[in-house]
């Protein structure tokens, strides 16, 4: 068996904040073709200092869009995350799995709250 893909978080996004989507979605590029070629990937949180639920939703969030929970669950490891870091983990990671049920059901309720403002969800 292959060894596992190591993602530094810090060398990816090149710094210690991981705040913006934007660097999220250099993350889940990474991992998206990691699971999507079967490969065990370990994220390492080591070195980073500022962390956000919106950069965690385009890093991580986005996979359950594409793949099962279980595939992600048994493929992915995080290491070196603080606890508070697991905290805003799991709060991504649940709206994901919330949203992927039932994607129209949020768009709906945000055009409802934002009206006209909003085009397409």
């Known amino acids: ?20 989507s934007d660097d999220g979605e250099k993350i889940h590029k990474h991992l998206d073709a990691a699971l999507r070629a079967n490969q065990a990937v370990v994220l390492s949180f080591h070195n980073v200092t500022a962390l956000t639920t919106p950069f965690l939703t385009a890093a991580i969030g986005e996979l359950y869009g ?14 070196d995350a603080k606890s508070d870091d697991l905290r805003l983990l799991r709060s991504a990671v649940n709206n ?10 949020f768009n709906q309720a945000i055009r409802e709250v934002m009206g006209d403002e909003v085009g397409d969800v």
């Open 66 to 79: 594409t793949f099962s929970e279980e595939k992600i669950q048994s493929l992915l490891k995080v290491e």
């Open 1 to 20: 068996m292959s060894e596992d893909i190591r993602i530094s978080m810090f060398e990816v996004v090149g710094s210690p904040f991981c705040v913006a």
């Open 96 to 105: 994901a799995k919330l949203y992927f049920k039932n994607p129209e059901r």
